[in-house]
């Protein structure tokens, strides 16, 4: 290809990320299985050193010089902290709180059962491969076993949101107890990587930024409600930027800040519009480069069949545990027939919180590019997976309400 400038390559990727993936989902007409952001983060596998980088290595080292991938970064950071915040917005705790009995049960056996199952899938991987292909140099086995198990019971808020709107179901009785269900969960799923994370080293800073996030929030919520809305929405960049910047600098993650400062405030104060069309506008314009700058890190060196087997079972563990656990709650909790089945197959939609949760995992060495790969692949299958057999199970259970 002829030579581009810095800027000229730059601009060169971004057409790549935001037309190939359009005109494949437009094109195809995939929505029904693989929604646009499903085919982005396949459009990002593909342009990874896995696949682009395998076949057209020269193309590949082009495309994506180290200064590139810096930009590109640097734009995916942000991106994917403003899309994280959002999630923490859309946790209804209250809601969660009124109806804390169903919720918890559900919630936790929704939870807790995929976690098990994928837990006993790493210390299994561990056993028959060994762990010098899966844990990372600055991991532990118990961090990665669990590791795996919290990624196999992680729920993707932000996608779960999109699949109920393209359901019609957002907004009724079950699409909300859906979201409260999820809501918690993903509580759970990111104070147990802020466990996970936990470094002895550094429990000084840890302890700092902890003892520290009381009063802040007390105080940003103080604030928060006596501002107009158009200023609340300045007011809360500036404090995702710098919850941000604690929790990382306290040897946790900016994720896990970005999520924090999102869940502390009350979605009410933004408008729940204004938090959609926000959502949406991220997910848009910033989240197709993150998904660009995932797959760059997808790779194949453990061999392609051994990470599509280790996928194979994550999934496995994922779906039977998901389906297993909230067919539990509804048994005990004596819900009418088919809502368990729909609600697991909701529940199981793992897209870009697994991604990013693993992303943290890779950050932080405790897993390796090929498990990171493993954990991609899983995310994406479970995701395709959840709208082909979500939307006969709402039929049925519609037109059995019909019927009575």
Known sequence: MPHLTLIETFLAVLVAIFALPYLVWRLGRTEYVAPLVVVQILAGIL??????????????????????????????????????????L?????????????????????????????????????????????????????????????????????????????????????GQRVLRYASLDDIAIWAVLALILLDWERVGRQAAFIALLVPAVLLVRWAMARLPQRDRWYVALVWLALLGLAADWSGLHFMVGAFIAGAVLDGEWFGQERVDRFRDTVLLALMPVFFLSTGLKTQWSAGGWTVAGFAALLLAASVAGKLGGVALAGRFLRWRQGEAWLIGWLLQTKALI???????????????????????LCAVASTMLTVPFATPALRRLRASDGAT
Not at 53 to 82: E, K, Q, R, S
């Open 47 to 88: 342009l990874g050193p896995g696949v682009l980088g395998a076949a057209l290595p020269a193309l590949h080292a082009a495309l994506f010089p180290p200064d590139v991938i810096t930009m590109l970064n640097g734009i995916a950071m942000w991106g994917v902290m403003l899309f994280v915040f959002v999630a923490g």
């Open 90 to 174: 859309e946790l209804d705790l209250k809601a969660a709180w009124r109806w804390r009995g169903e919720t918890g049960v559900t919630a936790g056996l929704a939870f807790g059962t995929p976690m098990l199952l994928g837990a006993g899938a790493g210390g299994l991987v561990l056993a028959l491969d060994g762990r010098a292909a899966w844990v990372g140099a600055e991991g532990q086995d118990w961090q990665f076993i669990a590791g795996v198990g919290m990624a196999c019971a992680v729920t993707a808020l932000p996608i779960l949101v999109l699949f109920l709107e393209k359901l019609a179901m957002l907004r009724d009785t079950l």
């Open 354 to 376: 697994m991604i990013i949760f693993a992303n943290v995992l890779l950050d932080k060495q405790i897993i390796t590019p090929a498990s990171f790969t493993a954990l991609l």
